[in-house]
């Protein structure tokens, strides 16, 4: 049995003063969402007994026009259908199912570098999947969401990626689909489908959203170059404390490229000399269990910081077992005289360790025994004399 300790840190520093709009980030917390969203919806009952006073408007004069004129009424039609024609269209605006209660959200975002790098070996520098692996230009993520809600209790979310490598090869792959609750008591909140494993702070956003064009290294050593996601449930917990808290668990299949550090076959190559196998999930015990927990303060009315602590648990494929464990660090000063968000200065620090216990060395290049071959390899480095004495 070996056993393997490795350390990883990545920080960003960004720098901003100019008067653009803003790039959505994952720092804005449940508690403003809810806020932001009962906003929302007053607008949206405003808005509604606007169309309300119009229709009856339309439906009077018409009633005027036909009894002035003798001719049947023309202000029968729906009051919601004159409130449509009157109502101007917006791109902004949702898609309305059925009574309009239910809505669908469809965005389309593309993501492409252009560098040069004087490495002859690019593509081992950069880990990440989606990162520029060659000189010249890189189409690095082409990106199609479906977002809305299904009924009073679920939102669902479906991204879909295409990409091309840099030997010209398209190929497009399902990156999230879940469903998503929205009105569990005690202030709990369901998740299920695929998505990205919300361990750590930058693992869960997608690459649209990062501060830089690249995937930090640690996460790609750690994570994978398509980041830490897979199939599974996530149950989360708004704690009722004064500032914002939250707690997550997360239960997901351990098995599979996207979970880097836990059963993944390596392509069919050996990890630390031993032959990853992934199998089938038999029992619990072969789950990926990842617990979270974050927490905001508002230093001041201009800074904010938002700390968290992750841990990711389940076996890998020789054997035994593999140990994440991460905290991250965010911190935000935006000016009280800012507009559409800027200027502003943000610090993000992300620290991981991960303990991998490999099983028995099992890796047989020639179909030589373990014992004749760990002989001649081994054992001369580690007791040459009684190596040597043997011959």
Known sequence: MKLERVFGLSSVLCLSALP?????TNSVEQLKKQLQEMKENLQKIQQQQREQIEALQIQIEALQKAAATNLPTAATAPAATAAQMTQPWSPTQPIRIGSGQNYLNLSFDGLFAVGTSTANDIDKLETGGHDPKERGFTVENIETTFEGKVDPYFRGQAAVVLQIDPQGESFI???EAYAESLSLPANLQLRAGQFFTEFGRQNQTHPHAWDFVDQPLVMGRFLGDDGLRSAGARLSWLTPTPFYSELYLTIQNSQGPTVHSFRNENEGGPFCGRVSTQGSVKSLGDMLFVPRYVASFDLSDSQTLVAGASGAFGPNG??????????????KWKSPHQHAGFPFVSWSTEAMLRRFKAGAFNWDLNGDTYSTRMRRLIRPLVCPRCCRARR
């Open 318 to 331: 020789t054997g035994r077992d593999t140990q994440l464990y991460g905290i991250d660090l965010f911190w």
């Open 173 to 175: 792959e399902l990156e």
């Open 20 to 24: 653009l709009a803003a790039q959505e």
